[in-house]
């Protein structure tokens, strides 16, 4: 066998296999373009999309411009103005540096450079198309850049099948378009897609207002601010108190010295600091500028630095966790309610609250500190407290929907106050272990906390969390049913109407069939709204609206498009998440009875069908041994040297 010689690849096709990892969409795109203005110190973007980006991209930018001897050299590889030296590694403040961008995406496309420095007569214009660079040439236009990406994947067409539909990729860029402009409010950016206005956004020092802006003033009303300055670096951030937590990650933002970031540690610092004031598997909201010093964080460890290494991860971490979790629990608790206005002042995050960080406990600190106390003490919302059990069916009649059902509407819901009081969760408690095997419960069982069921077992204790065993019982049914066929969707008196984005109304389409076969009836009712018609009768109460939304933002967040069956079993997740009685829902004692009656018929799996586990045992032996019964054993009482957390 011969093989083939070595040889040099043409310039053309280097930039191409770049180009597979900068430019994987026309999101992308939007990204490099955006990234690129803010480094020349843009005060007004504006961007411009037509056809989703697969036909036109244009980014215009009032910043600092490209010498016209420079314009060809922005468009060729691996040149770049942002640094010079390996030195510069070491200390990078700029977003890009690598000068990989423009060449990538002129090899994949059609681009046209036209830019202008602020002591130029004229502006300069280069053309690329195919690869190939027509010399630049004099051209008028206003100082600053534009950069307008046409055709896009012309030159790769296999890359242009992957491309989804104009809804799905809109929703791509609006969230890189969201990142930068979270990330730098000082800076005027405007979007249209095919002509229309998405976004107008004039400069502002608020960050609120622009979360306000993107996700709804609703969502920024409620956030808190948190702020720390620690030897790492210094925090600021506006998070989401427990109640607007999310099905899913995605409305969780990190920037790093103004660089929006995924970084694992620093996410998985922000849910411990919601460890326990969450339901299940619930998604806190959050915004958080971090800023410290470039040389302690490496940003070229991933082609679209979107990872980055930091030096002082686990300072930060810690700063994260306290800061957040200090903010929640805070001190200073007094019941009245005083919601933070609005976009009251918050400081951008690149010029940073030095005054707030300063003096400490300001007026605004206190306010904050006591609607969160408030919060956390008052008792929930209609729309967060769910009857219990009342109007929620078990499966095959399960429990009965008695008048006195109504006896529990009295009853104190105190849940989330508890919530935010109660230990974590009971898998710290040393002896008692994940269940492994199905116990009979002897004697009647009794609720503590609202929350967890405990029961007399043959050889020890059983605790239920109640939450996750419904859920469980629920899913399990739902999967049951589902192996039989669809679900009987039972027609809702009054549809209940849901707005959804582009991205979510084209998720609905493609699953429409699979929401069917729930029971879950969905309608266009219009370009972003859609009517659910119809719900399982399995799960009669169990909130449409909720169950819909969340498995939508599941769909926009797996990564690869799920199968049949891994779409069905997060629809029965969500769903039985939904319709399952909570933490907090007071149980009556027949209601606790038939939830352990079927745990033992179903001989209940130990974990939830999130994974959390649904009960623990606590067995009679090794109460014997904590309290040193076990003479057998060789432990004498008063002996036992083991002591118990709790
Ligand atoms: P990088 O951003 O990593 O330097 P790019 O390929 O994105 O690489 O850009 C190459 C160079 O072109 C930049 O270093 C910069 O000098 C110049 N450039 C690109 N876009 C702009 C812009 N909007 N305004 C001013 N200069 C720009
Ligand atoms: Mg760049």
Known sequence: MTTAAIHILPEQLVNQIAAGEVVERPASVVKELLENAIDAQASRIVLEVEEAGKKLIRASDDGAGIPADQAPLALASHATSKITTGDDLEGITSLGFRGEALPSIASVADVRLLSRTADALEATEVTVSGGRADPPRPASGPVGTTVEVRNLFRYVPVRRKFLKTD????????????????????????????????????????????????????????LIEVTSEEPGGRLWGLVGPPHVARATGTMQYLFINGRYVRDRGLLHALREAYRGLLEGRRQPVAFLFLTVPPERVDVNVHPTKVEVRLRDAHLLYGQVLGTVRERLLGPGLTPSLQTPPAGAGEPAPQTPPASEVAEGASDR???????????????????????????????????????????????????????????????????????????????????IHNTYLVAETEDGILIVDQHALHERILFEEIMKRLAAGPLQGQRLLIPVTVALSDGEMAAVETHREALARLGLEVEPLGPRDVGIQAFPSLLERGDPEGTLRDFLAWVQAVDSPPTPRQVLEELAHVAACHAAVKAGDPLKTEEIEMLLAHREAAHMAATCPHGRPTALILRKRDLEKQFGRDYAAGGRAGETNEVLPY
């Open 167 to 222: 809804a799905t990729e809109m929703g791509h860029i609006t969230e890189q378009a969201a990142r930068i402009a979270l990330a730098y409010p000082a800076v005027h950016l405007t979007v249209t897609h095919n002509g229309r206005s998405v976004y107008q956004l004039p400069p502002s020092e608020s960050v609120r207002e622009r979360v306000g802006a993107f996700f709804g003033p609703d969502l920024a009303a409620s």
């Open 365 to 447: 600190d206190e306010r904050v500190r006591q609607a969160v106390a408030d919060f956390l003490r008052s008792p929930p919302t209609t729309d967060q407290h769910r009857l219990p059990l009342a109007g929620k069916t078990v499966p095959q009649g399960g429990f009965a929907r008695k008048a006195d059902a109504d006896a529990h509407r009295g009853a104190p819901a105190t849940s989330r106050s508890r919530l935010g009081e109660t230990p974590p969760h009971a898998e710290c408690a040393a002896p008692a272990r994940p269940e492994q095997e199905a116990a009979l419960p002897q004697a009647p069982a009794i609720q």
